[in-house]
């Protein structure tokens, strides 16, 4: 393998376009630099069939002026809006079947999209950065009704209690430097920002020579080179020269304090301490402290605060930036909790490090956590091709394998120093101020130059590429020969779908299906709360040590269900999948139900549930599930209210738990699916010993989905002093996915409110009005049962939620009565059809669909047909579906905000 990369990096070289240099690689990614100072980053990816075009400029929010806040962010969004060669770019994403974004951060903003691995799809995507590189619109009219969408961004997330505190946070621990400031930016600044600002600002930076362009994926890379060529080639390099940035906090001289008061349910308190920059090499040390600390299962504040009940849960990040960041730690208590013991255990854990040190097995626990994280991540082109956007903004992409390196390195000493140095009263930001003589401050903290991170840089080769897998034909028909359907002794189907793989990856889907109705009547919390223990300790396994022993294996593992049914999710390699598979035997068969844990659990999901009291979206929808899905109390499926639900969970008892583990939990109604890298005659010899035998006391029968009609209503849900609404629609039909009418319906329900901002719903709402963020609506069919929803969505300001039902209403009422368009449909079925071959591209996502076929008795040759359907419909079949099954009087609709700011 490495002399075949060898000779085909050496072809490459050697027929560089005009105006290309070859700068270096390291491990699978070769820099390229262009004439006119543009990055090239190409990392050729032949497992998968998808190919991610990742843009990113060297500008966020740190380069905002005065007056300026949330710029950089207001310009992504009309980025978005269109050049003249792409008048509408969200349609063009959407007609390509992409998954596309832009996100922007502290110290760069990026643009990207994935899409199938096709000429003209790469052709397409390189054209249309490439264009709104230098030709967006950046228009006034744009701006006027984009600014509102930002600002309904901005109101909504003013609902989130941790977001509002960690911004105030970040305004008090630093006194001149723009990472104080959010990316969202202030109210006051979108509002008033003038055009002519953002159209200097997009000109100054939005430039070859501030950009790096990422390509990743399926790709030929001398073929990419000439096709960067040929679209990047004719931008010029700007004469403008780009001043490097110089502000720099002091050394902190004191601890300080906020305090927000606003309507909520729960308390929080957040400890935040300056720390070195992403770049500098005691950066892993931090990483490894936060992970001791903050770890959601095993960390410092989980024993201190979440164990003994002085807090809901204990979390913490530490912000990877350019210059000097900070790390933050954070707690959830319950509003009938003491906040001030919760303050006291938080900093008293925190700042006491010198008493009680780091300890090695800690340090070994962390570093195999974030090791783990790092190395599955490369198994994923498109992964690696996002994250790289980071590291480009710290100021080298080679950055993120140094940092491997060093984190690997990294010791009980230095994570003991950095505690000691950065976790002190004086370095840090909390909820007030306390006078202290004779302070002991941290020590200056490094900002490193472009020169000096070139230095650190220079002379990297890195380790030998990630062993390359296959190219994987993702069609129907190649699916089905390649999968092999089998079963364990006592009978559960497995289907195995072998392909050589990044890494040797593998992904495995198990699905346990459990119960009947009448034996889980009244168990729905129950359920869900058996299946949330399930991790949390077994026979001989702590909960920490389980998870130790996962991130030893490499392995990606998450536990889900509730009282119908429970999954595991597996990520790994071929060497430890036998091994996964033997601890999954711990997780499923013996669970110890620990009652601490069990309380832990309790308070987490208490909490959250106390947080949606308020919160309109979830007020919206939970009110709209559970009239239209009119179960009765004891059902299974009944949406309960907030207050029932948590009276009930509080009264679970780990009686209850080890009573409906043992008589619902077994394997003989379960599925099993495998995608990857595997050896089938150790997999299966570790599957039969985990699952070939097992089964449950009850029977397992499917319980059925009822369609019942409903009135339609129409409700308003006060939410007091919430800054953002919610708006939402439903309505059930009678229809399952072997319907005549099924894929009409999807594709109308993709005109009309799917895709990428690019529907009819959002065009109105977010384009048009600028009203919402966030506007789209779902269709969904049962595959067993004939009960199909239609859910329609919106987020928006309180006092817009009239404009934005009329908004709606108009919209729904104008596809009845005049259709959708021919045009409209081609190029529906173009978006939705290539999006399909992400999904059947993405292993995690292959191996949920051999799971469900497994489950419906199909291959892929339903999914081909459904397919086939959806080329040969026409628009007047799709029109004649829609308004057949879609009635505006039958909608019911529910919304939530502020009464106060509508009347």
Known sequence: MAITLLAMSLSVSAKLPKGIEKVTSVEGI????????????????????TITVNVTYHVGSKHENYGETGMAHLLEHLVFKGTPNHPNIPKELTDHGAEPN??????????????????????????????????????????????????????NGENNPIRVLIERMLAISYDWHNYGKTTIGARSDLENVDISNLQAFYKKYYQPDNATLIVAGKIDEAKTLKLISKYFGKLKKPKRELTPLYTEDNVKDGERT?????????????????????????????????????????????????????????????????????????????KDKDLQAAVDALLATLENVAEEPITEAEVNQAKAALIKQFELAFNSSERIALSLSDWVGMGDWRLMFLNRDRL?????????????????????????????????????????????????????????????????????????????NTQLNQGTPVAMLAKKTRGESVVMRVRLDMGNLEDLRNMSVIGDLTAGMLDRGTENYTRQELKTAFDELKASVRIYGGATGVTASVTT?????????????EVFQKPVFDDEELQVLKREIIVGLEQQKQQPNSQVFRTLSRHVFPYEPSHPSYQMPIDDEIAAIEAVTVADLKAFHQANYGAQAGEIAIVGDYDKAVVMKALNNVFGDWASKNDYQRIERQYVEVEAINEFIDTPDKAGAAFGVMLTMPISDDHEDYPALMMANQMFGGGFISS???????????????????????????????????????????????????????????GFTEQELSDAKQAVLQNNVLDRAKDSRLAGTLQRNIDLDRDMQWQKKLEQAIESLTVEQVNAAFKKHINPDSLSIVKAGDKSKIE
């Open 258 to 334: 906020v305090t927000v008061r606003r309507p909520g349910d729960v308390q929080v308190v957040a400890a935040t301490y300056h720390i070195p920059a992403g770049v500098d090499p005691m950066f892993p040390a931090v990483e490894v402290m936060t992970q001791i600390m903050a770890d959601s299962s095993s960390g410092r504040l989980h024993e201190s605060l979440v164990k003994k009940d002085l807090a809901a849960n204990a979390f913490g990040f530490a912000f990877q930036w350019a210059e000097p960041g900070v790390v933050n730690f954070m707690a959830q208590v319950a």
């Open 760 to 818: 009819r719903l959002a065009n109105r709402l977010r384009q048009q009005d600028g009203l919402s963020y966030g506007a789209g609506s779902n269709f969904n069919a049962g595959s067993f049962d004939p009960v199909a929803t239609f859910v329609a969505y919106a987020i928006s300001a309180p006092e817009n939620l009239p404009r934005v039902e009329i908004g709606f209403k108009e919209e729904l009422q104008k596809a009845l009565d005049e």
């Open 408 to 484: 690997e390195a990294v010791d009980q000493a230095q994570v003991q120093k950095a505690a000691e140095s950065f976790l002190i009263e004086s370095n840090r930001s909390l909820g007030r101020f306390i006078p202290t003589q004779d302070p002991v401050r941290a020590d200056s903290i490094k900002r490193f130059s472009d020169d000096e991170i070139a230095a650190m840089v220079k002379d990297y080769q890195g380790r030998e590429a990630v062993t390359m897998g296959e190219d994987f034909d993702p069609s129907f028909d190649n699916i089905d020969s390649r999968t092999e």
């Open 573 to 585: 390699t071929k060497e430890n999948l036998p091994k996964v598979i033997d601890l999954l035997e």
């Open 30 to 49: 070769t820099e390229y630099t262009m004439d006119n100072g543009l990055q090239i980053l190409l990392f050729p990816d032949p497992t998968q069939e």
């Open 102 to 155: 832009g996100t922007t951060w502290t110290d760069r903003t990026n643009y990207f999209e994935t899409f199938t691995a096709t000429d003209e799809n790469l052709n397409w995507a390189l054209d249309l950065e490439a264009d709104r590189m230098v030709n967006s619109f950046i228009a006034k009219e744009d701006l006027d009704s984009e600014m509102t969408v930002v600002r309904n961004e901005l109101e």
